[in-house]
Each structure stands twice: as C-alpha cells, then as structure tokens.
C-alpha cells in the first residue's frame, strides 16, 4: 500500500519525460504554427504601425525678483516652489495651444493614400486647396482627389462613398455651400500614381490634436528648466510645432505674468469682500443677542435665571401653606368651632381677622344667652341671626380670599414655567453664542493674513520682470520612437515561446491517457506481462504473427508467450482470458494473435469468442454458419465440437460467439460454462478466451475468475489512467489471481517491456524483456 502510494505521489509531483515527449511530438504542428502566428503578428504589426517622431526643446526660466529689495522675501520663496508647475499648465493651456494654432498653418491637412499606409503630406503636397470660406458641414471630414496623370482633370468626392465631381485644376468645385479651388504645388508630380485626400479641421479637433500630443515636463527644479516636446506621425511637423511654441512662448508669458498676479489680487478682493459680509453678519447676530437677551453676558442671566426660579418656588410653598391653613379655617368654621389660633389669624387680612373676632364674640355671647333662654325666644333667635350673617359674611371674604390666592398661584406657575423653559434653552444660546464668537475670531485673523498677502502681491507684481532663454531650440527627428522594431520583435518571439510553454503544459495537463509501460508501473503494483509496438492492425483481428512473422509486433507477442511460462508453472492446462476496459483497446487483436503464437510453438490452441453482444466481422478466416457457437453451446442447442471453426494453422482452433443472447452473463453462471471448458482442456493444451470490456459488462470478470492467467489490455495514448485504478480495485474486490497487463500500440520509440526485433531493411531496435512478478 506504501509502495502504490509513493508511486501516486512521484506521479503526480514529477515531470514524466516520456509523457512530455509524446505530448510534443503530437503537438509539434500547433506549436510551430503559434510560433508563426505570434511572429508574424508581431511582424504585421511592425508594417501596419506608422512611424512615430518627436522633436524636443528645452527653456530656462529665469525670475528676477525686485521685491526683495523691499526686505518681502517670503512671497518670493513661495513663488519659486511652484513656478515651473505653473508653466508647464501655462504651455498646455487651451488658451496658449489657440495662439499656436493662429501662427501655424495646421487648417488643412493633405494626406496620400498608399498600398498599406495613409501619409501626410506636410508642407510637400502636391495639391493646395484655396476658398475663402469653410462652412463647418465640411470640417473634420475627408475630401478625396483623384488625380488623372496624363491631364489636368482631376475628380473629388465628400468621403470615400460620396458622390464624385469632376474638375479641372483651377477651376472652382462646389459641395453645398462649400466653394471652392485645388491649385498645384510646387511639389506636384505629373507622373505621380497615388490618390491623395484632404480635411479642413475645426478648432476643437485642432485643439485636441495638440493636447494630446504635447508633452512638457521638468528638467531641473533647480534650475528651473523644462522639455517641451511634441509627437507626430510626420517629422517636418512635429518640428515645426515645437520650434514655434519655443518662439511663441517668450512673448506670451511675459504677459500672462503680470496677469497671473492680477488675478490673484483680484481673487484677494472677491475673498475680501465675503469675508466682511460673513463678519458683518456674526457682529448683528452679537447685536440682536444683546437686545434680545437685554445683555451679552449668558453666563449671568444663567445665574440670574436660577435665583429667579429659586424665588418663585419659596413663593408658591408660602402660598400653599396659607391655602392649606386658609381650608382649615373654613372647615373649623363650617364644624362651629369659634376658637380662632393665633397663627390661623397671622396670615389674614386685617377686616378678616376684625370680622372674625366680632364673629367670636357673637357666638360667646349667643352661647350665653343659650344657658338663660330657651332657643325659641326672640333675643336668642335675634342673636342666632347675627351670627350667621357674620359668619356667612366671612365665609365670602374667606372664599374670594381664597379664589385670589389661586389665582395667584397659577400666575406663580405660569411664571416659574416660563423661567423653565428660558432656562432649557440657555446651554444652546451660550454655545452658539461661543460657536459664532470663535467663527468670528477666525475670520478676523483670516482677514487680517489676506490682507498682508494682497499688500505682498501688488508689490511683487510692481517687482517681477521674468526674462527666458532657449537652451535647446527644437531638434529635427530622424529616428522613429515607435513602433520599437527590435522591441516588437523581441515581444513577439518571447511571447510566441511563453503561449508555446503554456500550450504544452495545459496539453501535458490535460492529458490522462496510459503513454507507456513505466506509467503503469508507477500506478500499480500488478505485474505487466510485456508491451505490443504499434501495428496497422492494432484495432483489427489480424492474424499478422502468420501474416508478418519478422515485425516488431509479432515479436513482441512471442516475449509474451515466453513470459506466460512463469504465470501458473505446475498446470500443463491453462486457460488464458484477455479482457479490457472497453472497447477499441486492442483485446481481440491480442487474444487472436497471442493465440496464433501459442499454437506456433505446436501446441493444441483454441480461442473462444466470449463477447456473445457483439460478433466481429473482420476475421482472418470465414465463418460459414453464424447461427451456432458459444451461445448455442451453452444452451446445449449444438455440441462445441460442430461449432469449432479451423484456421490457417493446424493446431489453433476457434468458436465464434454465435447468435446475440438475450442473457449473455446467466450463459457464463449455469455450469455450462464450466463443463465446457473441462471438455475443451481434454482436447487442447491452452485455451485462450476473448471476453467483452469489463468496464462495460461483467461477463469479463466472471470468465476471469475462471481463469488461470488474466491479462488485462490496456493501450498506449489511448486508454485512460483511471482504467489502471479500476483494474486495481477489481483485483482486489473479486480476490483475482495472476492477473498481468499488457500494454498495447506503444510507439515505437517509446521505452517499452519486452524487445523489438530486427527488420529485413536493416533498421533494428533492441527491445528489453522485464518481468514484474
């Protein structure tokens, strides 16, 4: 189990030479047509790709400072830091690209149609176009001339499918409300074949072209020096471009300096202007708080706010203590109790207190007069009557008194609510009264720092004379940098290689197919009998060991034979079963032919056909009646004997299938089977039987079990590796015994069990006999 394990393993961690050889060899006509593909892309690519120049330029900017005289030196250093950013933005400048699209003649461009490129024809055309106007319907598309070499005709059309007119040089051409002239130039060829087009560009596209074309980047921080370079498929006009940017641009930066510190003061006065308006507004809010608040200092109406609620929860206690002693006052005058307390008289008014003293009076003497009289008598029903009109008297003032005192409590409550509620909104009043005070600092300082940069700025612009030199003027290229010629070559080859490796590794990869006998070995342990080259009949039923004795294929089942003589030693009577995965894998062209060898070495050979599903046809011998054999046989319809077909040797017999079964498996299990071959092994040596793919059915691996020599096909770049594993489980699984593999249609050049043999041409391979037992 170690053993097979490490095989797996070297399997799959290890490079196997042998596989990678075949997978080359099978590929080696997709390889070498990659490699041509890539290459010749590469190639294409080279010749369809126009030559790309680019000339170049380098200024010096010098800034003379005269402010520093004035002792301002910090404005100067910060100008430094970021002049040549500055510029480089100023060269790119839409602005700046338009006044080098006004000084150059860039309107019109001619171009020449070739067999593969399209070449512009810059200040060397042959043709010049004059009109006096260029509507915009004709801008930015191509106007073709067709030129006649033997006249003065010429022909123009509005794109390359619009309709043609007809002319003359000379004479005016009219497309719409486009009129117009083509004149020659001094360049014109009379014998020249090519046909030529021209386009009026429009601004945008002109301003496009030199946007996307033009480079300008430092040199030297230091020295403040930059490269202005600029791309083109035409050499004279990338130089031209270049050179009048150079000229072009020390008479405009001379005047966008003075501008660009304008600017800035400008923008000083516009941030100025808000930051006043945003400090006006902070000072208002300060104003409108003050009256508001009726004073700028939150933090003492806080404290003047808590010892107004403080003041007014003492006054709402007092209140309600004088109402709950006021309630006991009525209740004891409702209950006739005249005795008045002291305190209950402290907190009345002084007509109440007068009142109820009166009041106690008349009851005392009412009381008295109760002791003398009887309460039917007119002087006490007179003093009775008194009583109670001063007593209802002073329950009305009791009553109002005590309608105005909760009166007054609510007045108490409304107000402490309201203090409340002033008081729940200061800590937001104080902090946006802190937020605005902050903001209103910040903004003062702010002020006060542009201002000092609006004073430095008029005096640096009073102060700046910049001066510039040209230290390199435009060069004119001679050289294309691109297409990189050695570079794309060097690409296409590299990568023609890389897709190659690739290829031939995902080719390595996917390839799980049995390539020679090594690969089984590694896989597993059952023994491999030997290995069969590849033949013209690997798929036939050729019998080529009678057919071609000298080839290296009936060699090779010779060593067969011979190895067959170590698998079950002390039984002079063998029977032989050949079977596969599945079909196509070389089992009946082996059984047949390993047969033939057999019966060579005069021995009595017979050969059953036990794929009772499927007859073969292409036999190396005639079979007169089809409708009796093995399953027949086993039905006991015909004797084996009547059913035995004679070949071409003497000694090697063979019985067909015979008709299709519609149990072929339950022909091999009713004892038939058995008895059959103990009355074939009377008759002959060796039997040899030819069962169907078990990795289709099981018969094969019933007629195995019966066997007492299995061998197992499996064919070269053909057979799967699984098929090694399957083999290997059903080894183990059904208990099998002496089962060895061959392995079938190895190349020739392959490492290979068993030996080759010499042909009659004089090419000879040895061919190794190596024995797994």
Not at 86 to 109: H, P
Not at 533 to 543: D, E, R
Not at 562 to 571: D, H, K, V
């Amino acid at each position: 189990m170690s053993t097979n394990m490490n095989h797996s393993s070297s399997d799959i961690e290890g490079i196997d030479f042998e596989k990678l050889k075949i997978v080359l060899k099978k590929n080696f006509v997709w390889m070498i047509l990659i490699f041509v593909a890539v290459n010749s892309a590469a190639y294409l690519t080279i010749r369809w790709t126009k030559n790309l120049y680019e000339s170049e330029s380098e200024l010096k900017l010098e800034i003379k400072q005269d402010a520093t005289e004035l002792g301002i030196k910090t404005l100067v250093e910060d100008q430094n830091l970021n002049i040549i950013s500055g510029e480089i933005e100023q060269i790119k400048s839409k602005v700046f690209l338009n006044r080098v699209i006004d000084t150059l003649d860039l309107e019109i461009a001619y171009y020449s149609i070739g067999k593969v490129l399209v070449d512009e024809k810059y200040r060397s055309s042959p043709i010049a176009v004059v009109s006096s106007y260029f509507p915009s319907s004709i801008k930015d598309k191509a106007i073709y001339v067709d030129l006649n070499p033997n006249s003065n005709e010429i022909e123009v059309s509005l794109g390359e499918d619009g309709p043609a007119t007809k002319s003359t040089f000379g004479s005016d051409i009219t497309f719409g409300d486009f009129r117009f002239k083509i004149n020659k130039s001094s360049t014109y060829d009379p014998q020249a074949t090519d046909d030529y087009y021209f386009i009026v560009h429009s601004r945008e596209s002109l301003l496009d072209y030199l946007s996307d074309n033009i480079t300008v980047e430092p040199l030297n921080f230091n020295a403040n020096t930059i490269k202005i370079a600029f791309k083109d498929y035409n050499a004279l006009k990338a130089f031209t471009i270049v050179n009048k940017i150079d000229s072009l641009y020390i008479s405009y930066s001379n005047e966008q300096k003075n501008l660009a510190n304008k600017q800035k003061i400008e923008w000083l006065n516009q941030e100025l202007s808000q930051i006043e308006n945003r400090m006006e507004g902070f000072e208002d809010y300060f104003e409108s708080f003050t009256l508001r608040n009726k004073s700028s200092n939150v933090d003492e109406d806080l404290k003047r706010t808590i010892f107004l609620i403080n003041k007014i929860d003492s006054q709402r206690f007092e209140l309600n203590k004088r109402l709950s002693d006021l309630n006991d006052l009525i209740e004891s005058l409702s209950a006739e109790d005249g005795s008045l307390s002291i305190t209950q008289r402290q907190f009345l008014p002084s007509y109440l207190n007068t009142n109820l003293e009166a009041l106690q009076k008349l009851t005392a003497e009412r009381d008295r007069l109760s002791l003398s009289y009887n309460e039917n008598t007119f002087a006490f029903q007179q003093k009775q009557n008194e009583v109670k009109a001063l007593k209802d008297q002073a329950f009305n003032q009791l009553n109002n008194l005590k309608k105005s005192w909760l009166e007054s409590l609510v007045d108490i409550n409304k107000r402490k609510e309201s203090l409340e509620k002033e008081f729940v909104t200061m800590p937001d009043k104080n902090t946006q009264f802190s937020k605005n005070q902050r903001f209103y600092k910040l903004y003062e300082e702010f002020y006060l720092s542009m201002m000092q940069a609006k004073a430095q700025f008029e005096i640096a612009q009073a102060g700046n004379t910049p001066d510039f030199k040209i230290l390199s003027h435009a060069t004119m290229p001679v050289q294309p940098i691109a297409p990189k010629k050695l570079m794309i070559i060097g690409i296409g080859l590299v990568a023609s290689l890389v897709l190659n490796f690739f290829f031939i590794g995902i080719a390595y990869l996917l390839n799980n197919k049995v390539i020679g006998v090594h690969e089984v070995e590694r896989i597993t342990q059952i023994p491999v009998l030997g290995s069969i080259p590849v033949t013209q009949n690997v798929n036939g039923s050729g019998l080529i060991v009678q057919d071609n004795p000298k080839s290296m294929a009936t060699e090779a089942i010779r060593s067969l034979r011979t190895s067959l003589e170590f698998f079950a030693p002390g039984n002079s009577k063998k029977t032989i079963c050949v079977s596969s995965t599945v079909a196509g894998e070389g089992k009946s062209f082996l059984a047949m032919n390993l047969s033939g060898v057999l019966a060579l070495s005069k021995k009595k050979v017979v050969l059953l056909d036990l794929d009772m599903r499927k007859a073969k046809n292409n036999l190396p011998f005639e079979i007169q009646d089809k409708s009796k054999g093995l399953s027949t046989i086993l039905i006991d319809k015909n004797a084996w004997k009547d059913c035995v077909i004679k070949t071409s040797l003497d000694t090697f017999d063979y019985i067909p299938s015979g008709p299709h079964p519609p149990n072929p498996s339950e022909l091999l299990l009713n004892g038939a089977f058995e008895k059959l071959l103990v009355e074939l092994k009377n008759e002959y040596d060796l039997i040899v039987m030819d069962t169907p793919p078990v990795g289709l059915v099981t018969d094969g691996v019933m007629v195995m079990k019966k066997s007492d020599i299995s061998i197992y096909v499996l064919r070269a770049n053909y057979s799967k590796k699984e098929f090694i594993r399957d083999l290997s489980r059903l080894v183990k699984i059904n208990n099998l015994n002496n089962v060895t593999v061959v392995v079938n249609a190895l190349p020739a050049d392959s490492k290979a069990y068993g030996y080759g043999y010499y042909e009659d041409q004089g090419r000879k391979r040895g061919i190794r006999n190596l024995i797994n037992i």
